[in-house]
């Protein structure tokens, strides 16, 4: 894997470099600071980057903002980053995380603890070409192209979100979570979104219209979200999953209509014009007191579903009225 790392302290560059040669089976570029590193990437365009390893605190640029640039290059809207940080302020994470970090670690780092960040930067890394392929293949059906092989992804599976405020990529979301259970920082509160008939437009709309249903209803359920401090993702089938922070635990079915509300206000259209009726609705908020390790799985897990149940209830009922107003 081709690494590049920043680091403003020389010490600090050094230790990876020697522990990325021990460990083999990876080329690593060093750059001390974020200046240097647009100019390294710049140098690279041929070759890019596999992964990245960004300090956060720097001088002149942080590794935040550095972050934050990385992303608008097209080359590296979804490379895996792993922040280094010595900074125990859990802030500083959120707004990595916001503006596009994949994963941190805390210095003073240990070997086995970088390896396995590693490992899992590398396949992250290893997936990324196909799905980059799929994103483009819709983006060029949107832009009235007709590639000869249709994109194909299942509903089921994430799509990356971009440029939304607070809206990560579902893979980032995990590790925060993990990054909860490691550093003991509970009482945060994790529920869902659910798309009502998400299976019904992802039949009928193009992978393109799909896709970018799913990044409007991101950027309204965020706007509406505005003012508290959250991170969420799209984890497949029609569902948001979001984390609240600093004690946030909102009333559900007053979200919900706040909601359901902004859909309405936003009115957003397929390719030929026709208007989309998005309504979601939410399950259990699931407070994450005392939570740690695979419990914090099982709470993501108990938010989705009663998310995605709660979808298929609604669905239920609004068939059961078609079918009443019909027989009458």
């Not at 070759?47 to 960004?54: H, I, Q, S, T």
């Not at 302020?89 to 070997?111: H, L, N, S």
């Not at 980032?172 to 979570?177: G, R």
């Not at 509300?261 to 390719?271: K, M, S």
Request: hydrophobic share 45%; aromatic share 10%; glycine share 6%.
């Amino acid at each position: 894997m081709k690494i590049l790392a920043v680091d403003d302290d020389a010490i600090i560059l050094k230790l990876l470099d020697q522990i990325i040669l021990a460990l083999g089976g990876h080329e690593l570029t060093m750059a001390e600071s974020g200046a240097e590193a647009l100019d390294v990437i710049a140098q690279n365009e041929g070759a890019p980057f596999d992964c990245f390893m960004f300090d956060i605190q720097m001088p002149n640029m942080d590794g935040i903002e550095l972050v934050k640039r990385v992303r608008s290059i097209d080359d590296y809207f979804d490379t895996p980053v792993l922040m280094l940080t010595a900074m125990s302020d859990k802030r500083y994470i959120d707004r990595a995380f916001a503006f596009g970090a994949t994963d941190y670690v805390t210095k003073p780092f240990e070997v086995s603890e970088l390896e396995t960040r590693l490992n899992l930067l590398q396949t992250l890394a290893q997936k990324r070409q196909p799905h980059a392929k799929k994103i483009f293949a819709a983006q060029a059906l949107g832009d009235g192209g007709l590639p000869a092989e249709q994109p194909q992804f299942e509903l089921y599976e994430p799509i990356s979100i971009y440029d939304v405020e607070n809206v990560i990529d579902h893979t980032a979301f995990e590790n925060y979570l993990a990054q909860l259970s490691r550093s003991s920082l509970f009482g945060s509160t994790l529920f869902a979104f659910a798309i009502r008939g998400a299976d019904r437009f992802f039949e009928t709309l193009s992978p393109f219209e799909f896709c970018s249903l799913i990044s409007d209803a991101a950027e309204v359920i965020s706007d509406t979200m505005h003012g508290h401090q959250f991170l969420m993702s799209y984890a497949g089938n029609g569902i948001f999953v979001c984390v609240t922070e600093s004690g946030w635990r909102p009333e559900m079915d007053r979200l919900t209509d706040h909601v359901n509300l902004a859909f309405v206000r936003t009115e957003l259209y397929n390719n030929s014009g026709d208007r989309l009726d998005v309504r979601v609705v939410t399950g259990d908020a699931v407070r994450l007191v005392w939570k740690s390790g695979n419990s914090l799985y099982s709470a993501l897990a108990e938010a989705h579903n009663s998310a995605e149940e709660a979808a298929i209830r609604k669905e239920r009922e609004r068939g059961s009225i078609w079918m009443t107003q019909n027989s009458a």
